[in-house]
């Protein structure tokens, strides 16, 4: 009778040290049900394991409340994998969620439907599949859910419009489809929406014009149909708006000019149309504003130049015409303007790079004219400088000449005029420098031989006379050097023995005379060597036949002797010949 009581009250305490309660008892069972269920390669739950001196509410990624009860559940980054158990639910105290970033690609357990005390939910960055469980609209505390970038499919959850409290739904990069449902209307403390990259159609339901408390809406790279509602306007605490890739049309609603707290607006490749509401001008806080790719027209509205803020303004691949407000030369935020691609007329904003922090300039294909603005550098910043096709004309600004950030220059296609300036051999990032078909004479100024960092070099189609800088070809660099339809003259400098990376040379329809200098053959990556239309004599260096990359070889059009060299027929990549010739 003692042994019986005795042993009764050692079970009795074992019992109760080890576990506390049949609740807890439950709980470490439900860990233990989860954890077989996982494959953790890295053994990073190893101290999931009954023991007598740790209480689960120390094992790895699990907190427990002030009753012991399991509250917070962080797997997350753990490289776990397999399916996590349905016991799950047993885990009723549980308000937070997160097996983010890992490699479950399993669906997600529906059992979560009975966790109605979660408030954050974090499943994001895994592979999980099927629908997402539907119930979660009765976990009426939820305030954040994130399932993006996952392999989640079926319709997007209608029943999340119940989930009153949220305020962050991030479903992004997964494979929902159907429209955006009208529930989600109910989700007045929703700051951060986002849908994008999703298999959505549909309209996108007016009703989210009444989320008045969004901030972020992120829901392009779906497949919707219809436009911006205009009830968008009366989002007036948004920050961020981005409806980029949307299959959306119609016209930009002038009421976005009510946001007035909106700092990014990415509206770009759709197909919106007619013109840029003037109303924009309105969104003061603008600093990022993306309109490119759509078939919008008309004018560039003036009112743009009230966005003293604007950080990035892109409109190209448009069908934008008419002059560019001149305002915008007033903007020294500015580091990005691209306009390419539209029917812009007119010259630049004389004032355009004044005081500001211009990085990128690109106002390509249009139809621009007049003198280039002599300031785009004058905040040291500028790095790219795209002008090709167009109209301007006059000289090539000096100062560009000592615009050390500049990487790309490219001015090929307009009437430019006056001499390549002194100076662009020592832009020490310089790497292109296009200036073909414009007007340019004088001589290449010998400076640019000494640059370090040129590797594309196309000054054809100007007036440029006199010879070739001896140097010039041995810019360590150098991949192109493009400069044929000119009146250059004098010899091919002999100065091929550093050219390593030299591998289209076209010095075609000009004056040049002499010999082709046989240290040509030294060029280890020439592919296309034009030297076609000049007055060279001598006979073709047989060196030329075993260069091992030569494709394209043209030295029609000269006065050369001595035919053929034997063994071109030898030669390794040579497909085209052209060595005809008409005096
Ligand atoms: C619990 O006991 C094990 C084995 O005796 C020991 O290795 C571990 O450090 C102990 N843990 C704590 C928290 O005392
Ligand atoms: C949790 O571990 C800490 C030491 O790591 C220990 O001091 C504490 O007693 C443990 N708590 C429980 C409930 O086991
Ligand atoms: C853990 O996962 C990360 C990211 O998924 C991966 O880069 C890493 O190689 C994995 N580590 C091991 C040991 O599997
Ligand atoms: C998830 O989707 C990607 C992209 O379609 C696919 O390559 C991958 O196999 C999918 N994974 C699973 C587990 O479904
Ligand atoms: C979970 O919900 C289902 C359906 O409402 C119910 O039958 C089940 O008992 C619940 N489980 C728990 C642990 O509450
Ligand atoms: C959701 O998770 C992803 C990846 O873990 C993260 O990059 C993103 O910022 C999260 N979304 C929100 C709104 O915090
Ligand atoms: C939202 O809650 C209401 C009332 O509780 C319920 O009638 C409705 O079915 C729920 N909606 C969804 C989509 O679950
Ligand atoms: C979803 O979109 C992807 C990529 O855009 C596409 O490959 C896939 O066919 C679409 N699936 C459905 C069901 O529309
Ligand atoms: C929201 O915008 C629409 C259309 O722009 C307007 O008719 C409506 O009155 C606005 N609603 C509220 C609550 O401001
Ligand atoms: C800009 O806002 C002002 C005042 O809020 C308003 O009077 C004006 O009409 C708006 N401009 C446009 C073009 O909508
Ligand atoms: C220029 O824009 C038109 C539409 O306006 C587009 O069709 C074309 O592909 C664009 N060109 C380039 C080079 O992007
Ligand atoms: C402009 O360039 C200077 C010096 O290179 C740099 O300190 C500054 O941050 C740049 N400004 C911007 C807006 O990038």
């Not at 007036?236 to 049309?249: E, F, M, Q, R």
């Not at 002797?561 to 034997?566: K, L």
Request: aromatic fraction near 6%.
């Amino acid at each position: 009778m003692k042994l019986k009581i005795l042993l009764f009250f050692i079970c009795c305490c074992i019992g109760f040290h080890s576990f506390g309660s049949a609740s807890l008892n439950e709980e470490v069972s439900a860990l233990l049900s989860i954890k077989a269920g996982l494959l953790d390669p890295l053994n990073r739950l190893q101290d999931w394991k009954l023991s007598y001196n740790t209480s689960h509410c120390n094992w790895t990624g699990v907190w427990c409340n002030s009753h012991g009860a399991v509250e917070k559940l962080d797997l997350s980054h753990m490289n776990l994998s397999g399916r996590v158990s349905d016991d799950i639910e047993k885990l009723q105290g549980l308000t937070s969620l997160n097996l983010c970033c890992n490699g479950f690609s399993s669906s997600l357990t529906k059992a979560i439907y009975n966790l109605t005390l979660l408030i954050s939910i974090d499943v994001s960055q895994n592979l999980f599949v099927d629908s997402f469980p539907i119930g979660l609209g009765r976990a009426a505390v939820l305030t954040l859910l994130n399932a993006s970038s996952n392999n989640f499919s079926g319709f997007i959850p209608e029943d999340i419009g119940n989930a009153t409290l949220l305020e962050t739904l991030d479903l992004r990069g997964n494979f929902f489809e159907g429209s955006i449902p009208k529930s989600y209307k109910n989700l007045q403390k929703l700051k951060f929406l986002g849908l994008s990259g999703n298999n959505l159609t549909g309209e996108i339901p007016a009703e989210l014009g009444q989320l008045s408390s969004l901030e972020k809406i992120i829901i392009g790279y779906n497949e919707f149909e219809g436009g911006i509602p205009t009830e968008f306007g009366n989002l007036t605490n948004l920050k961020y708006l981005d409806l980029a890739v949307g299959n959306l049309g119609g016209e930009i609603p002038a009421e976005l000019g009510r946001l007035k707290d909106v700092e990014t607006l990415f509206l770009y490749q759709n197909n919106f149309e007619g013109k840029i509401p003037a109303a924009i001008g309105n969104m003061t806080a603008l600093q990022l504003l993306d309109l490119s790719d759509n078939m919008l027209s008309g004018e560039i509205p003036a009112a743009i130049s009230q966005l003293k803020t604007l950080k990035l303004l892109n409109l190209m691949c448009n069908q934008l015409s008419g002059a560019v407000p001149a305002g915008l030369g007033g903007l020294n935020q500015l580091q990005i303007l691209e306009l390419w691609n539209n029917s812009l007329a007119g010259p630049l904003p004389i004032d355009l790079g004044k005081n500001s922090a211009l990085q990128w300039l690109d106002v390509s294909s249009n139809s621009f004219s007049g003198e280039i603005p002599a300031g785009l550098c004058s905040g040291g910043n500028l790095t790219k400088l795209i002008l090709f096709n167009n109209a301007f004309s006059g000289p090539f600004p000096l100062r560009l000449s000592t615009c050390l950030s500049l990487v790309r220059v490219r001015m090929q296609n307009n009437f430019l005029s006056g001499t390549i300036p002194v100076g662009l051999g020592k832009l020490e990032k310089l790497q292109r420098l296009e200036l073909a078909n414009n007007s340019l004479g004088g001589q290449i100024p010998s400076d640019l031989a000494s640059s370090s960092s040129l590797s594309f070099i196309d000054v054809s189609r100007n007036h440029l006379t006199s010879s070739l800088p001896s140097t010039i070809l041995a810019i360590p660099n150098l991949q192109n050097f493009m400069a044929s339809n000119n009146n250059l003259d004098g010899e091919i400098p002999d100065q091929f023995q550093d050219c390593p990376s030299l591998s289209v040379l076209d010095l075609s329809s000009n004056h040049f005379s002499g010999t082709i200098p046989a240290s040509i053959a030294s060029c280890q990556k020439m592919v296309n060597l034009n030297l076609k239309n000049n007055q060279l004599t001598g006979e073709i260096p047989k060196a030329i036949a075993v260069m091992p990359t030569l494709a394209i070889l043209d030295l029609s059009n000269n006065s050369l002797t001595g035919g053929i060299p034997e063994n071109f027929g030898t030669s390794p990549a040579l497909e085209v010949l052209n060595v005809s010739y008409t005096p």
